[in-house]
């Protein structure tokens, strides 16, 4: 479980942090990450993650789409990668138009900084006006240790980066998505009650109630993965509407492979590893169980292959 300060609150613990927004951790950040792990057992000091409680850009309604990764995800695939703490602050019109000089001296009178980590491209402070030059000469004034990573790129030369998996998501191209992330694309929400067409036809699902200010992919039949109780189990995920029931409203609904139990009330993470198909209607009933056969079986291979 990761351990969240507040910005304004500051904390005396000792940290190796590392500066970003960090909005899906990906291959690029994980380098970051491991920078500041390895510091953090050299200095004495808790390896953390600075982030945002919203996108800046979904604050300044620049995208309007949403986040990749939410505050409650990233929080949650950082333990998993071994940062257990986070310095989270609020995303206001206050704290962009801080002047980069005083958003440094504002962080390390507030917190116990050993070390910086972040990626070359890192900007700060108001209309980001601060960058790597100005933050590595603030770092050697404070006698901070200091580190800034070239750019991760994929096999073709191209940078790994967040707009480029942003629209890997807006696409569905869930492979893509994975081969830049440590960890599998991830939906995280409370189980809700749907209409439970599912149930009626012998598909009963898991409604995953999305939180606002999550990135939608687009709409699609999914092979996912949930672990309940220790146990993993192979889904199949359904993002978007129901045309076959005239339901046009848009979730996401999980049908867990194996699993037979009361999910209602519980938070689940819904880890996505490949798009089956897109979302038609079907003629009837019987139609779509047959469809939904197919889609179970796809999924159990794949399971057991992976």
């Given at each position: 479980m990761v351990k969240v300060y507040d910005y304004s609150a500051g904390s005396d613990t000792p940290m190796a942090l590392c500066l970003g927004f960090f909005d899906c951790l990906h291959l690029g950040h994980t380098e970051i990450i491991g920078g500041a792990k390895e510091a953090g057992l050299k200095l004495g000091a808790e390896p953390a993650l600075f982030t945002f409680d919203v996108s800046p850009a979904e604050f300044l309604n620049k995208s309007g789409e949403g986040e990749i990764f939410t505050l409650r995800e990233r929080l949650y695939r950082m333990d998993e990668l071994g940062i257990h703490s986070a310095v989270t602050v609020r995303c206001d019109e206050a704290f962009l138009s801080t002047p980069p000089e005083e958003f440094l001296s504002a962080l390390t009178d507030r917190f116990n900084i050993r070390a910086i980590f972040c990626g070359a491209d890192y900007t700060y402070g108001a209309k980001g006006a601060g960058n790597v030059g100005s933050l590595r000469a603030f770092c050697g004034k404070k006698n901070i240790f200091f580190k800034a990573y070239e750019l991760k790129r994929d096999e073709n030369g191209e940078k790994i980066a967040s707009r480029k998996i942003r629209e890997f998501v807006k696409n569905g191209d869930i492979r893509s998505i994975n081969r830049y992330l440590p960890?599998?694309?991830?939906?995280?929400?409370?189980?809700?009650?749907?209409?439970?067409?599912?149930?009626?036809?012998?598909?009963?699902t898991a409604n995953v109630n999305l939180e606002k200010?999550?990135?939608?992919?687009?709409?699609?039949?999914?092979?996912?993965?949930?672990?309940?109780?220790?146990?993993?189990?192979?889904?199949?995920?359904?993002?978007?509407?129901?045309?076959?029931?005239?339901?046009?409203?848009?979730?996401?609904?999980?049908?867990?492979?194996?699993?037979?139990?009361?999910?209602?009330?519980?938070?689940i993470t819904v880890e996505f590893m490949d798009k089956i198909r897109d979302i038609v209607k079907f003629n009837s009933k019987e139609e779509i169980a047959e469809q939904l056969r197919k889609d179970v079986m796809f999924a159990r291979e794949k399971f057991e292959n992976d």
């Open positions: 960890l599998p694309y991830i939906i995280m929400g409370k189980v809700v009650h749907g209409r439970h067409d599912g149930r009626k036809i012998g598909f009963p200010d999550k990135l939608k992919p687009k709409t699609g039949v999914y092979y996912t993965n949930v672990t309940l109780c220790g146990k993993k189990y192979p889904c199949i995920t359904n993002v978007g509407d129901h045309p076959t029931f005239d339901d046009y409203s848009v979730n996401v609904e999980t049908h867990i492979i194996g699993f037979d139990g009361d999910l209602y009330g519980r938070t």
